[in-house]
């Protein structure tokens, strides 16, 4: 049976640098409709002090989200040395699709039929498939791409996450200050080596009372328009569900892969929140019965790229193999673990090691 390993990375991290200057001017209401009346400097110093996010970046006025997946998949391929043509599926994962500057999203046509269409790539048995699937969008289009490959429905396929979440904010919720904009690709191809690529993946979907911890819903301010809806998060829900759930998951994929957690070299977790990403690590050391680790184990981008949903994961993968986050590097034939938490409530884990 076919193995799938990755042949080329890219990605696209807008230009657009936002501070804290840029909310201090904002009003802050409360999940219940009411006025903050604290000093935004107080409120956005707690934010920072919870989430460690002190930039993230925004895309431009005259930028979309297919852009953003365009160039993070041009390098993609470039880095891979294919012929664009030869690729079998575009996989694009999305949770807005293209939004406008009203918010209003937008996927028709899809999001991986726009990007094909960027690409200029003429194979019309190049098929393109959307993947909308909360924040662990990117790593279940990863699964859904081993899966085409080991039942040889595909030897070469482009995977993307691209998001402009600072398009589905609320102007009146603290928590716009955790979303931005990004993309991150990979190419990945089939390989007759099944000791490498990825060895291991697991998904779970919890869509009972989770359902709505991270939902669409009109603004925060009640004389506002209701018809916008706009991304709303249920922050002590979220961080009570993942640390109750995720560290079980990613152990459980790592032991489906026979390994233990001394064989893991890099967990690359999705970047939500600073203070949750800690404490799934830590517990997760702790199934293993480790009261401690070494926090290298877990590259952060939260802190100067915020949180860019399904571009999060593929992001730091390409800047961490091309050299560009200083401390961290891969080891040749290591074990990295890219996992997830998100809207749904899904949580998915790949274990996957290096040619």
């Not at 999940?31 to 604290?38: A, L, Q, S």
């Not at 791409?145 to 996450?161: E, P, Q, R, S």
């Not at 200083?326 to 080891?331: E, P, T």
Request: glycine share 6%; with cysteine.
């Amino acid at each position: 049976m076919p193995n799938t390993i990755i042949i080329g990375s890219g990605s696209y991290i807008p230009t657009k640098v936002i501070g804290k200057e840029y909310f201090m001017d904002s009003v802050f209401y409360t999940d219940e409709g009411e006025k903050i009346d604290k000093p935004n400097e107080e409120v956005i110093q707690k934010f920072v002090e919870i989430t460690e996010i002190e930039e993230r970046r925004y895309l431009e006025e005259d930028e979309f989200n297919s852009d953003l997946g365009y160039h993070a998949a041009k390098e993609a391929i470039a880095d891979a040395k294919i012929d664009q043509e030869d690729l079998d599926y575009i996989i694009y994962a999305s949770n807005f699709g293209e939004v406008d500057h009203n918010g209003m999203t937008n996927f028709m046509p899809s999001m991986s039929s726009r990007v094909k269409n960027k690409l200029n790539i003429k194979n019309r048995r190049t098929v393109n498939y959307d993947m909308i699937f909360g924040c662990p969008g990117w790593v279940e289009a990863m699964i859904l791409a081993d899966t085409l490959i080991k039942a040889k429905k595909a030897k070469l396929i482009l995977v993307v996450g691209s998001e402009t979440l600072s398009r589905v904010t609320d102007a009146f919720d603290r928590n716009k200050m955790i979303f931005a904009d990004g993309a991150g690709a990979v190419v990945v191809q089939a390989t007759d080596d099944e000791t490498v690529g990825i060895i291991a993946d697991s998904t779970i979907c919890d869509n009972g009372p989770e359902l709505n911890y991270l939902e669409n819903a009109p603004s925060l301010k009640k004389d506002e328009d209701r018809k916008p809806l706009y991304i709303r998060m249920h922050g002590r829900k979220i961080y009570e569900y993942a640390l109750k759930n995720v560290p079980d998951a990613i152990k459980e994929t790592i032991d489906k892969a026979n390994l233990t957690i001394d064989d893991i070299d890099k967990i690359l977790i999705h970047q939500a929140n600073a203070k949750m990403d800690y404490a799934m690590i830590s517990r997760l050391f702790k199934l293993y019965g480790r009261t401690d680790y070494d926090h290298a184990v877990s590259p952060m981008t939260i802190q100067y790229l915020g949180n860019s949903s399904v571009a999060t994961i593929p992001t730091m993968f390409d800047l961490i193999i091309k050299g560009k986050m200083k401390g961290q590097s891969f080891k040749e034939k290591g074990n990295i673990v890219f996992t997830s938490v998100g809207a749904g409530m899904n949580i998915n884990a790949i274990v996957y090691r290096f040619p």
